[in-house]
């Protein structure tokens, strides 16, 4: 299998995080801070695909040029970098800086895409996932791919490896797996890039071999890429049509990806969610908004069944606290919450919640396994269950591979809800999955052991 759509628009998102500052068409050097600014919260990447060429002028090694000016954008797609805090999943994706968010309709539903990295002394990609009211896909990377080796320069090169571990649940089924992944990397070119609309750049170019196997070490896919970034944050994406093609020149490849960034306005209004508390029917959120002056704050409100709606315009009191109260939620139900600020010059900074409403001291309508807690944990932790009639409950923990580590419950039990705590001393660290069945049900929740 080759890497998916989504992983390639992923690769062209972490493409897009460059800040290039020098001369023009000088050797480059990428820092982290340059990533950091082009992650930054409320930027925008539209990438598009140019599915009318066969062949590329991908320059060659060392100083060189490349003109991409007349690239067909057809059907662009635009994702846009978000607060991890604003993300449903967060938890599952520890120690996340900075996340891309895609939202599509399709075939009456909803998709949204997350793709999550961790920029510290070099950009790691953790892993992405896509979800609808139907499916859930993710992927995580263990440890994660390292992107980009920083600073970037030419005849910068790394190798990064990784385990890429697949959970895919579909009507109540979970699905397990998991390919081993090798990607080499050289910056090996540098020179003037030009773009759709004629704009010239300064730009590097980053050649790619991805290679993966299976559990068993059978061999899988091969992709070589050429990644060529331009100093205003665009990229243009290559994929050789095979291993055979020369390393310049003109080569045979797939469709030809373009990449453009748009930085998001900014705010002199800084958010951060100070509590999220609620109990059966009720929610209360309060969020800080230290800054200039709050001309208007609206409170939205989301579940994964329905679009954002306004719900309310709270009034900051005199320390900057902004409260909300929500007492018209269903319990059992996951609720989003996107607080947005506008200040005096009409520019806005917006921050997103989500929170889980619980059903309350009774029996849940259908069978819930409740996040484990603390979750990463050293040897002990708790699980909150609930059954929605008496019967047969197994709660078992599996590793990455599908293979049962653990029985924490087996045996029958009423109605309602419990906790019960395990001890997860004899098991190695990593990643894991609790998944709790009653009847014909099942929930799964994803655990971690970190010593």
């Known amino acids: 299998m080759k890497p998916s759509l989504f992983l390639l628009r992923c690769c062209a998102f972490l493409c897009l995080t460059i800040a290039l500052t020098t001369p023009a068409f000088a050797q480059i050097t990428i820092t982290a801070a340059d990533e950091g600014a082009w992650m930054a919260v409320g930027t925008t990447v539209t990438t598009s695909f140019d599915s009318t060429r066969s062949t590329a002028d991908i320059g060659a090694p060392g100083a060189t040029s490349w003109d991409f000016s007349t690239l067909v954008t057809n059907s662009p797609s635009s994702a846009t970098w978000v607060s991890p805090a604003a993300t449903p999943d967060i938890n599952y994706f520890p120690g996340s800086?900075?996340?891309?968010?895609?939202?599509?309709?399709?075939?009456?539903?909803?998709?949204?895409?997350?793709?999550?990295?961790k920029l510290g002394t070099d950009l790691v990609f953790l892993g992405y996932e896509y979800f609808s009211t139907t499916q859930l896909d993710r992927f995580w990377f263990v440890p994660g791919l390292i992107a980009a080796h920083l600073p970037l320069t030419l005849g910068t090169s790394w190798t990064t490896t990784s385990v890429e571990s697949v959970m895919v649940v579909y009507q109540s089924q979970v699905v397990f797996g998991a390919l081993n992944i090798n990607i080499t990397y050289a910056v090996d070119a540098y020179g003037a890039l030009t773009l759709p609309g004629g704009g010239t750049y300064q730009a590097l170019r980053i050649r790619s071999d991805y290679r993966n196997t299976d559990t068993t070490g059978t061999v899988g896919d091969e992709v070589i890429s050429y990644t060529i970034l331009a100093s205003n944050g665009d990229a243009v994406i290559v994929s050789a049509l095979d291993t055979l093609q020369s390393n310049s020149g003109t080569i045979n490849t797939g469709p030809i990806g373009w990449s453009h960034l748009v930085p998001g306005a900014t705010t002199a209004i800084s958010l951060v969610t100070l509590s999220a508390q609620t109990e059966a029917g009720h929610v209360r959120i309060s969020w800080y908004a230290p800054g200039d002056e709050i001309?208007?704050?609206?409170?939205?409100?989301?579940?994964?069944?329905?679009?954002?709606?306004?719900?309310?315009?709270?009034?900051?009191?005199?320390?900057?606290?902004?409260?909300?109260?929500?007492?018209?939620?269903?319990?059992?139900?996951?609720?989003?919450?996107?607080?947005?600020?506008?200040?005096?010059?009409?520019q806005e900074s917006a921050i997103e919640t989500w929170v889980?409403?619980?059903?309350?001291?009774?029996?849940?309508?259908?069978?819930?396994?409740?996040?484990?807690?603390?979750?990463?944990?050293?040897?002990?932790?708790?699980?909150?269950?609930?059954?929605?009639?008496?019967?047969?409950?197994?709660?078992?923990?599996?590793?990455?591979?599908?293979?049962?580590?653990?029985?924490?419950?087996?045996?029958?039990?009423?109605?309602?809800?419990?906790?019960?705590?395990?001890?997860?001393r004899e098991v190695a660290s990593g990643m894991y999955f609790a998944r709790l069945e009653s009847g014909d049900e099942v929930s799964t929740r994803k655990i971690v052991i970190a010593r």
């Open 97 to 117: 800086t900075n996340v891309s968010e895609y939202i599509a309709n399709a075939n009456a539903d909803t998709l949204h895409e997350y793709a999550y990295y």
């Open 295 to 346: 001309a208007q704050a609206s409170v939205y409100r989301r579940t994964a069944d329905s679009e954002w709606a306004l719900v309310g315009h709270p009034v900051p009191d005199l320390d900057r606290k902004i409260l909300f109260a929500d007492d018209t939620v269903t319990p059992g139900l996951r609720y989003g919450y996107r607080l947005v600020v506008r200040d005096v010059t009409a």
């Open 356 to 424: 889980d409403v619980p059903e309350g001291t009774g029996a849940p309508k259908v069978v819930r396994l409740g996040p484990s807690s603390p979750n990463p944990f050293g040897f002990r932790t708790q699980f909150t269950y609930g059954l929605p009639k008496a019967g047969q409950v197994r709660l078992f923990v599996y590793d990455l591979q599908g293979r049962q580590v653990a029985t924490v419950v087996n045996e029958v039990q009423a109605a309602g809800w419990r906790s019960v705590f395990w001890d997860g």
